[in-house]
């Protein structure tokens, strides 16, 4: 079955830009998008078809593609940012959704 | 302000059933796909299937392939998912979640809790 991989963890100070990597085959073809889940709470999308921001969204959340990695960065990173973000996609014949197992931001 | 609110949740025997619902509203229910997700405790996004704005397409996770029936009532804004077979690993936190293109969910309803324990 297809899988996206996302590292576990990823920390930063106050300021800083975080970069969260999201790899899988299909995502040269297919659109991913980003979810911001904090303890307790629904998700929220941040980044959807790889690049595009949802109106509200702050526009330190910024969403690239290349090749079979997708990357969320977070500019300027605050306090309020820390949470768990999973990528989202589908695998290449566009039948199966498949989500990442998550990276815990970790804002120091 | 589109709203997706869960309902159906609870505590169900091992080998019971229970059925879900997500009432939609804020936007056009029938130009969406939709998809129900869940989250085990401290685990998490696993998605469990995805029906298209005329309910004529499902797929379903492995995990829950011929336990689980996805459908939509149009006329009245709402999904649903009929759980039979239940086992403790079904678990979770169960969100309905929209998807405009078939490819990508923009909203997230809050959740219903399934708790299935003897």
């Known amino acids: 079955s297809y899988e996206l991989t996302q590292p576990p963890s990823v920390s930063v100070s106050p300021g800083q830009t975080a970069r969260i990597t999201c790899s899988g085959d299909a995502l040269p073809k297919q659109y991913a998008y980003w979810n911001q889940q904090k303890p307790g709470q629904a998700p929220v999308v941040v980044i959807y078809k790889d690049t595009e921001r949802p109106s509200g969204i702050p526009e330190r959340f910024s969403g690239s593609s290349s090749g079979t990695t997708v990357t969320l960065t977070i500019s300027g990173v605050q306090a309020e940012d820390e949470a768990d973000y999973y990528c989202?996609?589908?695998?290449?014949?566009?039948?199966?959704?498949?989500f990442g197992g998550g990276t815990k931001l970790t804002v120091l | 302000e589109v709203q997706l609110v869960e309902s159906g949740g609870g505590l169900v025997q091992p080998g019971g059933s229970l059925r879900l619902s997500c009432v939609a509203s804020g936007f056009t229910f029938t130009s969406y796909w939709m998809h129900w997700v869940r989250q085990a405790p401290g685990k998490g996004l696993v998605w469990v299937s995805r029906?298209?704005?005329?309910?004529?397409?499902?797929t379903y996770a492995d995990s829950v392939k011929g336990r689980f029936t996805i459908s939509r009532d149009n006329a009245k804004n709402t999904l649903y998912l009929q759980m039979n077979s239940l086992r403790a690993e079904d678990t979770a936190v169960y969100y309905c979640?929209?998807?405009?293109?078939?490819?990508?969910?923009?909203?997230w309803g809050r959740g219903t809790l399934v708790t299935v324990s003897s």
């Open positions: 989202q996609s589908v695998d290449s014949s566009g039948t199966f959704v498949v």
């Open positions: 979640a929209r998807d405009p293109y078939g490819e990508g969910v923009d909203s």
């Open positions: 029906i298209h704005y005329d309910g004529s397409n499902t």
